[in-house]
C-alpha cells in the first residue's frame, strides 16, 4: 500500500473540506490496510504513529489557521476531537497491544472500523451536501441541492437557499386598504384577493427548483490534484497507482461505503485526490437510482 505520508497530509488539508476529505481517507488506509502491509509502516516510520495528529488533516489545518481546533467538524458537531474521543482512544490502545504482541490484529480492526464511523458522523453534520445536474431545457449544469420527487429530479440552486420562513403578521389596516382600493364588497371576491396577495407574497421566498435529468446527478466529493470539482461519475486521469489503467469512473461503493475509482469491471483503485485529474465531465450517477 502506498500510505499518505505526512508530506501529502499537509499539502491537502489546506481548507476545512480538504482537511476532512484527507482524514478520512487516511482512516480508509488503516481499515483497508493487511497485519503485514501495517507491521511495515510501524517498522520504516519509528517517529511517525499510524494514529498520530500529524496524519490528521483536520489537525494539520487547525495548525494552519493558529486557532486551535476552531475549524474541526468533529468538534463544531459535537463529536470530540479526533485524538481526544474515546473511540480513538479505544483504536490507539488496540493497536499498541497488537504491535506489542499482547492484543489481537481483528481486535485492533474493529475499533478502527469504529473510529473510521466515529468520523463519518461527525463529518455528516457539517459537511454540505453539493450535487450537479445537466438541465432538462437547456443541457446545462446546475450545482446545488438534489431534490427526487414523484414528477421528476430538481436542483435548488445554490444562489436561492435563502429562505424566509417567519409567519407574517396580519395588518388588518392594509388590507382594508386593499380592498376599498379596488372596490371589492363581494366576500369571495375579497378572499380571492387575499389569496392571490398570499400566493404572490409566498413564491417571493420559494426557492428556484430547476428540473434536471436524473441519469446525470451526481455529488460533489472533493478536489483533484490540481484543484478541479471532482463529482461522482467523473472521469479521471490516474497518477502513481498500483494499476496499469490510465483512466477510471468515480464511483460509489455501497457495501464499502466510500468512494472509489473504477478502472475496470469488478477493479477498482482508492480514491486519493493528490494522485488524480479530471479530464472529463462524465454525468454523474446515484447508486441508488440504478
Not at 516510520?45 to 486557532?67: E, I, M, R, V, W
Not at 460533489?220 to 490510465?246: E, H, R
Request: glycine residues 6%.
Amino acid at each position: 500500500m502506498k500510505w499518505l505520508t505526512v508530506k501529502d497530509v499537509k499539502e491537502y488539508a489546506t481548507t476545512p473540506e480538504r482537511a476532512l476529505f484527507i482524514s478520512r481517507k487516511h482512516w480508509d488506509q488503516i481499515v483497508e490496510a493487511t497485519e503485514k502491509e501495517i507491521r511495515a509502516f510501524h517498522k520504516e516510520n519509528k517517529k511517525t504513529s499510524l494514529l498520530g495528529a500529524f496524519l490528521c488533516g483536520l489537525c494539520s489545518y487547525a495548525d494552519d489557521c493558529t486557532d486551535e481546533c476552531r475549524y474541526c467538524f468533529l468538534k463544531k458537531s459535537g463529536a470530540g476531537c479526533l485524538e481526544k474521543s474515546s473511540q480513538y482512544n479505544k483504536a490507539v490502545n488496540a493497536y499498541k497491544a497488537w504491535i506489542k504482541g499482547e492484543g489481537d490484529f481483528a481486535a485492533f480492526k474493529v475499533e478502527a472500523c469504529k473510529m473510521r464511523k466515529t468520523l463519518d458522523a461527525g463529518a455528516e453534520n457539517e459537511t454540505e451536501r453539493k450535487y450537479r445536474g445537466k438541465r432538462v431545457d437547456t443541457g446545462e449544469w446546475a450545482y446545488g441541492y438534489y431534490v427526487k420527487a414523484t414528477d421528476g429530479a430538481f436542483i435548488m440552486e445554490l444562489d436561492c437557499y435563502a429562505l424566509n420562513f417567519l409567519k407574517p403578521e396580519y395588518n388588518y389596516q392594509a388590507m382594508g386598504c386593499g380592498l376599498e382600493d379596488r372596490n371589492i364588497t363581494d366576500r369571495y371576491q375579497a378572499m380571492e384577493h387575499g389569496w392571490v396577495g398570499a400566493v404572490d407574497t409566498c413564491s417571493q421566498n420559494h426557492p428556484e427548483f430547476v428540473e434536471v435529468r436524473p441519469e446525470t446527478v451526481g455529488q460533489y466529493i472533493t478536489k483533484d490534484k490540481y484543484d478541479n470539482d471532482v463529482w461522482l461519475g467523473s472521469k479521471v486521469k490516474l497518477f502513481d497507482v498500483p494499476s496499469d489503467a490510465q483512466h477510471g469512473i468515480v464511483v460509489y461503493e455501497e457495501e464499502e461505503a466510500m468512494f472509489r475509482i473504477e478502472v475496470g469491471t469488478e477493479e477498482y483503485v482508492p480514491l486519493i485526490p493528490m494522485e488524480v485529474e479530471v479530464v472529463e465531465e462524465s454525468p454523474g450517477l446515484l447508486e441508488k437510482d440504478k
